[in-house]
């Protein structure tokens, strides 16, 4: 029998973290914790059916809130029940629409809380409950806008300067961990509200590539950035 295996997805009540909890769900296996700010509100999310043999747990996070971030440790220990955690996906996000000499101030911090602070304190919190699964894996979901390698222009800038930040995080986390794997993830450019209409990729092809590339990683992947599409983009 296959052994389980579980999942933490932050930013689960809609876009790619809704797609995420689905996919998981629909394997037998899987336990899923679906963290999202607004648990009454997450219908999409509660309306989800998990596979025989797999379970779907919504838990309350709001990752720009400390105090949240700390209570859902005991949350999520008391799903887990003894077992580790096997993945952690830092996938909960924000982009404000501005550029460098135009941005608000307060947009700027929210992004970084949520984009870069968020991942780190979540990684720092959850590490003993990696330590005790079989994955050791943290996924931080990081956007191509975040690489130097690439003239991304003028736009976006405050999401930009975090997905470059949490590219670093990234990287600083795989060296001071060489016992976990640990990543940065590019989706694509996808259709949800964050991505838009024009987008190319639909959640569902993102989601299945973005998992494809993490069922796969290995050790030697660690602080890799990587595509959903299994490329290693260069920083
Ligand atoms: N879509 C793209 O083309 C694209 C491209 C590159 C990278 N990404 C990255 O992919 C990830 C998911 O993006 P998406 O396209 O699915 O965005 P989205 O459709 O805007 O969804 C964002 C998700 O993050 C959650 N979130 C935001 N702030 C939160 C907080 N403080 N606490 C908990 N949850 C919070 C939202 O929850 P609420 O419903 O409560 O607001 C929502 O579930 C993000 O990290 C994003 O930067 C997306």
């Known amino acids: 029998m296959a052994s389980v295996v579980s999942w933490l997805i932050t930013g689960a009540s809609r876009g790619l973290g809704l797609e995420l909890a689905r996919q998981l769900a629909s394997t037998s296996n899987n336990i899923v914790l679906a ?3 607004n648990p009454s509100s997450a219908s999409h999310l509660h309306a989800l059916k998990p596979a025989e043999g797999a379970e ?3 838990v309350q996070l709001d990752v720009s ?3 949240s971030i700390r209570t859902s440790v ?3 220990e008391a799903v887990l029940n003894g077992r580790g955690l096997d993945y952690l996906y830092n996938n909960a996000g924000i982009c404000p629409r501005d550029d460098a000499f135009d941005f608000s ?3 700027l911090l929210a992004s970084l809380q949520t984009n870069v602070a968020a991942p780190a304190l979540l990684g720092q919190l959850y590490a003993p409950l990696l330590e005790k699964g079989t994955r050791r894996t943290i996924v931080n979901v990081s956007s191509a806008l975040g690489r130097f390698s690439r003239d991304s222009g003028a736009a976006v800038a405050t999401y930009s300067v975090s997905k470059t930040a949490v590219n670093m995080l990234t990287f600083k986390q795989a060296k001071a961990r060489p016992d976990f794997i640990v990543i940065a993830l ?3 450019w996808v259709k949800t509200d964050m991505g838009g209409a024009e987008a190319g990729l639909e959640p569902s092809q993102s989601v299945a590539g973005q998992l494809r590339v ?3 990683l290995r050790k030697q992947d660690s602080g890799k950035f ?3 599409d299994g490329q290693e983009l260069p920083w």
């Open 74 to 76: 005991a949350t999520v």
């Open 105 to 107: 101030y307060d947009e």
């Open 56 to 58: 779907l747990h919504i």
């Open 226 to 228: 990587l595509s959903y």
């Open 65 to 67: 809130s400390e105090e």
């Open 35 to 37: 963290a999202c700010r």
């Open 214 to 216: 993490v069922l796969a």
């Open 186 to 188: 590019a989706p694509g």
